[in-house]
């Protein structure tokens, strides 16, 4: 119940934030822009798929249809996903450093609650926040795309929830971040360097970094920061699998579910150990 009730606070707490309106806004236009945008045509050779107007596909037959827009839904997702993560953190970095603020923490400790329990009421109330956001985002564009092409594709909705799994495990590095400067500056410089270059460039490590030397030291190093923190690109393709139907790697999200867990351990540890 303590839990539910701090978690509750936080997303009431995020949601009276205007940089969370402006977020929900930016989406609203994107969806509204969707369903202007994207239509199909129905004719006697086949379906045209239309963007503002102008057909992008040649007359396709009916059971293809599905293939075209599942590739489209796919491109879009891709295109948003780091806006959507950014401006997720942005909207909500701040909820750690003003829990840990002198007088707001004095008041949150004075409770029967535990320091981890504080930290996993503020994450999670984070986390369902952008859960919100991005069913909200997702969604709409899933029936814009349903009521103008015909095309349900569920898998397109549900990797909403994907997104914000992927989303907890960026934020859990925000925590780390939080914890340890206790502003939000850091952290929100932290996660936007890890997203867009660090985890990228060990993911593609192998093929880029290993160039530079040979020594086992070097790449044992990369190789251990690689598996040690959330493998985003890789769960990224899997992404991309979900929404065109196919076969998923499950292997970056177990990865990236032990990695977040260890992370959030060890920032609990960190605050275990100060002296509020």
């Not at 009431?12 to 309106?21: D, I, N, P």
């Amino acid at each position: 119940m303590k839990l539910l009730t701090l978690i509750l606070a936080t997303f009431r707490e995020l949601f009276s934030k205007a940089t969370l309106y402006v977020l929900l806004g930016i989406s609203t236009l994107i969806m509204l822009g969707t369903l202007a945008s994207v239509s199909a045509e129905y004719t006697d050779e086949g379906v045209i798929l239309k963007a503002f107007g102008n057909p992008v596909s040649p007359p396709t037959p009916v059971e293809e249809i599905e293939t075209l827009v599942f590739g489209m839904q796919t491109g879009l997702a891709k295109g948003l996903f780091f806006g959507i993560m950014l401006f997720g953190v942005f909207a909500t970095a701040s909820v750690i450093p003003d829990s840990l603020e002198k007088g707001t923490v004095d008041l949150y400790l004075s409770k029967p609650l535990a320091r981890w329990e504080l930290l996993l009421g503020k994450y999670l109330g984070a986390v369902a926040v952008m859960l919100a956001v991005i069913v909200y985002f997702i969604g709409g564009i899933w029936l814009g795309f349903g009521l103008r092409t015909g095309v349900w594709n569920i898998q397109f909705l549900l990797s909403s929830f994907t997104m914000t799994f992927m989303f907890g495990c960026i934020f859990s590095i925000v925590l780390l971040l939080g914890v340890l400067f206790r502003n939000a500056t850091i952290p929100i410089i932290g996660s936007f360097l890890y997203l867009m270059f660090i985890d990228n460039l060990l993911d593609s490590r192998e093929e880029i970094l290993f160039l530079f030397s040979e020594s086992k030291i070097y790449r044992g190093i990369l190789d251990g920061l690689y598996y040690i923190l959330p493998q985003i690109a890789g769960m990224q393709r899997s992404l991309a699998d979900q929404i065109l139907h196919k076969s998923m790697e499950w292997k970056p999200f177990v990865q990236a579910f032990l990695s977040s867990s260890a992370i959030f351990i060890f920032s609990a540890w960190i605050m275990r150990r100060k002296d509020f």
